[in-house]
């Protein structure tokens, strides 16, 4: 059954091509959009509709397709609650004299509306940017704009490191009963990403209740951005342990 939604799916394609990407992603989910950039790495980013199975199922495939893209930061695939914005997003280029370099588009999208859009209101943010200086005696005072937390900044991190290990633990909670193979990879999984955050947190000590309290709280933010139903099942089983 169909899975619907909206998704940014960002591929570094390299070896591979961008036609035989998208190609991919075209067979096996509903595109709005897919663009091409080349800034630092060169990559593709997808707007995705709707997947003709379910995400898992798109990215196992995604990966036996392309096995040489599995981890490294290769891909993304993350839950979306904007479709405008995305789209403006993919439209944007590299400036605003540049147009985006399509490699497809939903004929109902005007992508260069979408590009004139995506512009403007970044003029509009850099004046709003500008605006915030309030006078204070002779001296301008600028408004810290609020910066991501420690945690917020290596959950993002941890994204788009180890996207395979991420999915592994959102798929788990989904299903209550597991192979061997399926709950050896979620624990492996677990311990990569727990071995990322302490490297993170340094050669400080941290005491037991510490490293708990961080741990759950990112492992409960992927589940959280995984299919439904693992979400679902995970809070369930989260409200009876803590109120049951």
């Known amino acids: 059954m169909p899975q619907t939604g909206l998704w940014h799916f960002r591929v570094h394609y390299e070896p591979r091509t961008p036609n035989e990407i998208i190609d ?49 930061g290769h891909y993304t695939c993350s839950i979306k609650d904007d479709k405008e914005a995305q789209i403006r997003y993919c439209s944007k280029g590299e400036s605003k004299e540049t147009m985006p370099e399509i490699l ?29 200086y309030q006078p204070n005696g002779s001296e301008n005072v ?13 959950f993002d991190e941890i994204k788009e490191l180890y996207p395979e290990h991420v999915t592994a633990i ?32 340094g050669s400080k000590k941290q005491s037991d209740y510490i490293l708990r309290d961080i741990f759950t709280g990112l492992m409960s933010g992927l589940i959280q951005e995984g299919p439904v139903e693992s979400s679902e099942k995970y809070n369930t089983n989260e409200y009876n342990r803590i109120f049951g």
Request: net charge positive.
């Open 104 to 132: 497809y588009c939903r004929e109902d999208i005007n992508w260069k509306d979408y590009h004139d859009d995506y512009w403007k209101e970044n003029s509009l943010l850099k004046a709003k940017s500008k605006a915030e």
């Open 170 to 201: 959102q798929m788990y909670p989904k299903e209550f009963i597991h192979t061997e193979m399926e709950t050896k990879k979620e624990r492996e999984s677990r311990i990569v990403i727990y071995n990322y955050m302490k490297k993170r947190l």
């Open 24 to 72: 991919f992603i075209k067979d096996r989910a509903d595109v709005i959009i897919a663009v091409r950039e080349t800034a630092s790495r060169p990559h593709i980013h997808s707007v995705i509709s709707e997947f003709k199975q379910t995400k898992s199922t798109f990215i196992q495939q995604f990966l036996k397709e392309f096995p040489e893209l599995k981890g490294n």
């Open 142 to 154: 600028k408004q810290k704009a609020k910066s991501k937390t420690w945690t917020e900044k290596v």
